[in-house]
């Protein structure tokens, strides 16, 4: 993913501290995705606006798959 615009917060089920990752306009970094549950919010004041390349999801698929809260986060 590319950050255009905006910065993401980005919390991932695997770090029990819940520690946030912040990316911000023109970084870009890589999401393996592969059912790990992770959410990803804009919490800054100016729109978020990303661009992403799927390489796992078949035509038609889905591109996000809700999975229940795995508890180590407060929201």
């Not at 023109?26 to 919010?41: K, P």
């Amino acid at each position: 993913m590319l950050i255009k615009s905006g910065q993401m917060s980005f919390y991932d089920s695997e770090d029990p501290t819940c520690t946030v990752r912040t990316y911000t306009a023109g970084q870009a970094f890589i999401d393996s995705g592969q059912g790990h549950v992770h959410i990803a919010r804009n919490e800054g004041s100016v729109n978020l606006e990303l661009w992403a390349t799927y390489f796992d999801v078949p035509p038609g698929g889905a591109f996000r798959i809700d999975a229940p809260a795995p508890g180590n986060c407060s929201f």
